[in-house]
């Protein structure tokens, strides 16, 4: 088999990323798959963040007055560019972020997806008419292009998340500069030189489009400080854990910049008796274990109800022994590698202390495949009698937690004990059971699910969770308004000039 890093400059290549760019420097990405460093970039510094900051406020100078639905025709192109493209920027998806083949094309899909949601979109940034109190007037709502718009982004959806941003942030008149993680770097260049095609298709057709729209930078966290900083960006959306969260949050307070946070979860599952448990298992067991549980929806809590507690762990244990793990390249292997050794660290950590607290673990072992750099696992379920420890943390790797439950109320209350906000779900089809789940009184996250497992969202709806993990919303429903300006105009069309609340002021 070819190796993993000749496989990724044949597709890099392809994907239109020079050569000389994947050599000489001295950030090395690697791929999970086997550990191997597949390319040495160069790091940017200080200096070409500012550079590509400016050269995005001149590109909003432009971009801002094109008409939105010309925008969008650029969004379309870039769509179009997606499309063709799908299976070799899918599979560079599993090259570097380690996800099975299916997981890669879909995440390539979202990308294809948001851009028609935003195309759509470049038609429908509504504002509102608004009935005013004073005679011979109109008040209005007009959204406008906000400026250029920072992205940091993680490793575990290297390229999605750029894009619910920029898909978006297009249309609505703002360019983009993106810092993607560090441990993904590759196929951020190879998502720039698609969008540049779009670019160049754009032009070609005779639309003007400034350069600069779209920049990506290569570093490490010093750039998303950067970025954080920089006055020049009203807004930067975030997407990382909360430990990031916390200093990007107040940076960006401390000089009023818009935060668009998207933070870690600890998101949960009910089962009640009366659920379908056929279903609650593929439910479950896609939840906890895709992406190597790696997901910031992924399941890591689960509270079965009494009755259906035992047989629901035989048949759950039964599917966690037999689930393929390896090369995620291979057909049939639903888990693939972690990200890298101080995953595997973080899991083994969590599992111990799981253990000092008397839990009963069933897998969580190392797999051996793809060498001694890469760090397969089988996931991990742990019986867990106390909501405590290491159960409120967020542990990128696959542990589900299980713990036993008899009163819905008691299950809602343990599920919204986490400090994160973002995903949850409950397996039922008792009427009033899921009723009460969705209510007030039910899941305090932002996303809340009925015989659907935490993970797996699309677009059209608003993304994103309360309390820790940050409290931003992307990709559908109003979502794009975080990208415009909002401003309220009132149009006196009368000889009088009557003022609000009966005031008067005769000069
Ligand atoms: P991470 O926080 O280590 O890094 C994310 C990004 O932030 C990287 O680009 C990194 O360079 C940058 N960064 C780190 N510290 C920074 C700082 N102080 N200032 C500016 N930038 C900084 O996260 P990760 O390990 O790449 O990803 C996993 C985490 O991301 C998990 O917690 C997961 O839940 C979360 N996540 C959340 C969502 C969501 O939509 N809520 C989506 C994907 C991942």
């Not at 050599?23 to 791929?31: F, I, M, N, Q, V």
């Not at 963040?49 to 971009?63: D, E, G, H």
């Given at each position: 088999m070819i190796s993993v890093a000749a496989e990724t400059t044949d597709l890099l290549v392809s994907l239109?990323?020079?050569?000389?760019?994947?050599?000489?420097?001295?950030l090395a990405a690697r791929s999970?798959?086997?550990?191997?460093?597949?390319a040495r970039l160069a790091r940017y510094d200080a200096a070409a963040v500012a550079s590509a900051t400016k050269r995005a406020v001149a590109a909003f100078l432009v971009w801002r007055s094109v008409p939105a639905p010309r925008r969008g025709e650029l969004v379309r192109l870039f769509g179009e560019e997606l499309r063709a493209n799908k299976a070799p920027l899918g599979r560079l998806v599993t090259l570097e972020a380690g996800k099975i083949l299916s997981e890669g094309l879909g995440e390539v899909q979202e990308m294809i997806d948001i851009c028609d949601f935003a195309v759509g979109l470049s038609r429908q940034l509504y504002g509102l008419t608004i009935a005013t109190e004073r005679p011979d007037h109109r008040m209005m709502e007009n959204w406008k292009p906000l400026g250029p718009v920072g992205v940091i982004s993680a490793f575990n959806f290297p390229v999605a998340v750029w894009a619910w941003n920029a898909a978006l942030a297009l249309v609505c008149g703002d360019p983009v500069v993106w810092k993607p993680s560090e441990k993904t770097p590759l196929t951020a260049l190879a998502v720039q030189s698609l969008f540049e095609r779009a670019v160049a298709a754009f032009r070609a057709q005779g639309h003007a489009a400034p350069d600069g729209l779209s920049a990506v930078l290569i570093g490490g966290r010093e750039l998303g400080e950067a970025l954080t900083d920089d006055?020049?960006?009203p807004l930067v959306s975030a997407t990382g854990s909360t430990a990031m969260g916390r200093e990007v949050g107040p940076r960006l307070a401390r000089r009023f910049a818009r935060a668009l946070l998207e933070l870690g979860g600890n998101n949960a599952a009910i089962v009640r008796a009366s659920a379908d448990l056929d279903l609650s298992l593929r439910g479950v067991a896609f939840a906890a274990m895709g992406t190597a549980g790696q997901?910031?929806?992924?399941?890591r809590r689960l509270f079965v109800q009494e009755a259906v507690y035992d047989p629901f762990l035989d048949r759950l244990k039964r599917a966690y022994a037999s689930v393929a793990v390896g090369?995620?390249?291979?057909?049939?292997?639903l888990v693939g590698p972690l990200i890298d050794r101080a995953a595997y660290d973080a899991m083994t950590r969590a599992l111990d202390e799981a253990r000092a607290m008397g839990a009963r673990v069933t897998g969580g072992e190392r797999v051996?495949?793809?060498?001694?750099d890469a760090y397969y696992v089988r996931p991990a379920l742990v019986e867990i009698d106390a909501h405590a420890g290491p159960v409120?943390?967020?542990?990128?790797?696959p542990i589900l937690y299980v713990l036993r439950h008899e009163r819905l109320e008691d299950a809602i209350a343990l599920q919204n004990a986490a400090a994160q906000g973002l995903s949850s779900s409950i397996f039922t089809n008792d009427l009033r059971e899921a009723e009460l789940f969705l209510?007030?009184?039910?899941?305090?996250?932002g996303i809340a699910n009925v015989n659907i497992?935490?993970?797996?969202?699309?677009?059209g709806g608003a993304f994103g969770g309360e309390k820790e993990t940050g409290g931003g919303r992307e990709a559908g429903?109003?979502?794009?308004?975080?990208y415009m300006r909002r401003a309220t105009n009132t149009v006196n069309y009368g000889a009088a000039l009557p003022l609000a609340q009966g005031v008067r002021f005769e000069v």
């Amino acid at each position: 088999m070819i190796s993993v890093a000749a496989e990724t400059t044949d597709l890099l290549v392809s994907l239109g990323v020079a050569p000389a760019r994947l050599t000489g420097g001295d950030l090395a990405a690697r791929s999970p798959i086997t550990g191997e460093v597949t390319a040495r970039l160069a790091r940017y510094d200080a200096a070409a963040v500012a550079s590509a900051t400016k050269r995005a406020v001149a590109a909003f100078l432009v971009w801002r007055s094109v008409p939105a639905p010309r925008r969008g025709e650029l969004v379309r192109l870039f769509g179009e560019e997606l499309r063709a493209n799908k299976a070799p920027l899918g599979r560079l998806v599993t090259l570097e972020a380690g996800k099975i083949l299916s997981e890669g094309l879909g995440e390539v899909q979202e990308m294809i997806d948001i851009c028609d949601f935003a195309v759509g979109l470049s038609r429908q940034l509504y504002g509102l008419t608004i009935a005013t109190e004073r005679p011979d007037h109109r008040m209005m709502e007009n959204w406008k292009p906000l400026g250029p718009v920072g992205v940091i982004s993680a490793f575990n959806f290297p390229v999605a998340v750029w894009a619910w941003n920029a898909a978006l942030a297009l249309v609505c008149g703002d360019p983009v500069v993106w810092k993607p993680s560090e441990k993904t770097p590759l196929t951020a260049l190879a998502v720039q030189s698609l969008f540049e095609r779009a670019v160049a298709a754009f032009r070609a057709q005779g639309h003007a489009a400034p350069d600069g729209l779209s920049a990506v930078l290569i570093g490490g966290r010093e750039l998303g400080e950067a970025l954080t900083d920089d006055p020049r960006l009203p807004l930067v959306s975030a997407t990382g854990s909360t430990a990031m969260g916390r200093e990007v949050g107040p940076r960006l307070a401390r000089r009023f910049a818009r935060a668009l946070l998207e933070l870690g979860g600890n998101n949960a599952a009910i089962v009640r008796a009366s659920a379908d448990l056929d279903l609650s298992l593929r439910g479950v067991a896609f939840a906890a274990m895709g992406t190597a549980g790696q997901r910031c929806t992924t399941l890591r809590r689960l509270f079965v109800q009494e009755a259906v507690y035992d047989p629901f762990l035989d048949r759950l244990k039964r599917a966690y022994a037999s689930v393929a793990v390896g090369d995620p390249r291979q057909e049939g292997v639903l888990v693939g590698p972690l990200i890298d050794r101080a995953a595997y660290d973080a899991m083994t950590r969590a599992l111990d202390e799981a253990r000092a607290m008397g839990a009963r673990v069933t897998g969580g072992e190392r797999v051996e495949a793809g060498g001694p750099d890469a760090y397969y696992v089988r996931p991990a379920l742990v019986e867990i009698d106390a909501h405590a420890g290491p159960v409120l943390t967020e542990t990128f790797a696959p542990i589900l937690y299980v713990l036993r439950h008899e009163r819905l109320e008691d299950a809602i209350a343990l599920q919204n004990a986490a400090a994160q906000g973002l995903s949850s779900s409950i397996f039922t089809n008792d009427l009033r059971e899921a009723e009460l789940f969705l209510s007030e009184r039910g899941s305090d996250c932002g996303i809340a699910n009925v015989n659907i497992g935490p993970s797996g969202a699309e677009i059209g709806g608003a993304f994103g969770g309360e309390k820790e993990t940050g409290g931003g919303r992307e990709a559908g429903s109003d979502s794009w308004r975080a990208y415009m300006r909002r401003a309220t105009n009132t149009v006196n069309y009368g000889a009088a000039l009557p003022l609000a609340q009966g005031v008067r002021f005769e000069v």
